[in-house]
């Protein structure tokens, strides 16, 4: 079984466009995160929630959003996509945080191009 | 700004023999470090985690911390040609709720 699962892996859209991504974790992890991974193979934290906080990265657009139906998915929608959007990103979740122990487990990754 | 430096290599190492990764970081306040390896094409995946000062050894890994210099390190002994790849190494500056802090990677290469 897989423990981080994103869909779709691939997903191609206009400029302007809305998407969504989803993710799912059965590892019963209480913190699920998204990172950006863009050309330069450079990976950057966008999200972190649990369900209790969500701690945005500032440098990320408000077109960004997550959104947690439950403890298990954190899908993120992207409004009104811009060409820099495009990148690889990637979901992770990470038993309870505050232990500083946390490590975290990835996703398979879903590849998007704005075109 | 909280930062993790790696050279980015590549670095080419003849296999059977040890490859030495290093990274430094900037908040002096982190607890956790980790190296993620991470394929062309695929995720990242955690080989190593360290929390404490000294070495953590897992099979041919050896991950060395030294919170005074803020360095990181990872040795990987009789190196396979299936080790090369990309070496992240990761940093949680506390509590994990924010997420890691990587570095750019190493292109790590085993030469046959």
């Known amino acids: 079984d897989t423990a981080v699962s994103q869909t779709p892996k691939y997903l191609v859209t206009q400029m302007g466009n809305d998407k969504s991504i989803k993710c799912e974790q059965n590892?019963?992890?209480?913190?699920m995160y998204w990172y950006k991974q863009d050309s330069k193979k450079f990976l950057k934290i966008m999200f972190s929630?649990?369900?209790?906080?969500?701690?945005i990265n500032e440098t990320v657009p408000n077109r960004f959003s997550p959104k947690s139906p439950d403890k298990a998915h954190l899908n993120l929608h992207i409004n009104s996509l811009e060409l820099g959007d495009s990148a690889v990103y990637f979901c992770?979740?990470?038993?309870?945080?505050?232990?500083?122990?946390?490590?975290?487990?990835f996703g398979p990754g879903t590849r998007l191009t704005v075109t | 700004q909280k930062e993790v430096e790696q050279n980015s290599g590549p670095l080419s190492v003849p296999e059977g023999a040890i490859a030495s990764l290093n990274c430094t970081y900037s908040?002096?306040?982190?607890?956790?470090f980790f190296w993620y390896r991470q394929y062309s094409g695929k995720s990242p995946e955690l080989i190593m985690s360290?929390?404490?000062?000294g070495d953590k050894e897992d099979g041919r890994f050896t991950a060395q911390l030294n919170k005074a210099s803020q360095y990181v390190s990872l040795l990987i002994r009789d190196s396979q040609p299936s080790d090369s790849a990309t070496y992240l190494c990761?940093?949680?500056?506390?509590?994990?709720?924010?997420?890691?802090?990587f570095g750019k990677g190493t292109h790590l290469i085993i030469q046959p």
């Open positions: 992770a979740s990470s038993p309870k945080t505050g232990t500083g122990m946390a490590e975290q487990y």
């Open positions: 590892l019963g992890h209480d913190t």
């Open positions: 929630y649990n369900n209790k906080e969500l701690i």
């Open positions: 908040d002096r306040g982190s607890q956790s």
């Open positions: 360290i929390y404490s000062n």
């Open positions: 990761a940093v949680d500056p506390g509590g994990g709720a924010d997420g890691l802090t």
